[in-house]
C-alpha cells in the first residue's frame, strides 16, 4: 500500500513540476508581450514628437496605435501577474506533494528495515542456529 501512495505521489510532484514550469513559461511570454508594446507605444510617441511627416498626417492612427499598445502593455502585465500567482500556488502544492511522498518513502523504508530486523532476530531465535 505504501509503495503505491509513494509512487502516486512521485507522479503527482513530477505533474505538479511541469504544471509549474508552464505557469512560469506563461508569466514570461506576457513579460516579453507587455515590453514589446510597451516599447512600441515609446516608438510611436518618439515619431510624434520628432515631427514624423506620416505622424503629422495621420495624427490620429499614431494615438490610436500608441493607445492600442499601451493598452496591450498593461492587459499583458495584468496576465503576468496572475500567472506569478499561480506559479506561487503550484509551488506551493509541489511543495507539499514533496513533503507527503518523502514522508511515505521515509515510512516504507523504516518497515522495510523493522522488517528486515524482525527477519534477523527471528532467523537468530529460531532452534538449531
Known sequence: MDRQRRQRL???VLVMQR???FHEAQHAGHLASAAAANSEAGEIA???DAGD???ALFTDLYHRR???ALQRGRESTKRAEAEARNVMAADARSNALARAWR???DLEERSQAD???LEFIERRTEPGT
Open 10 to 12: 512521485e507522479k503527482l
Open 19 to 21: 504544471l509549474k514550469n
Open 46 to 48: 518618439a515619431r510624434l
Open 53 to 55: 511627416a506620416m505622424a
Open 66 to 68: 500608441a493607445a492600442n
Open 103 to 105: 514522508e511515505v518513502a
Open 115 to 117: 522488517k528486515e530486523r
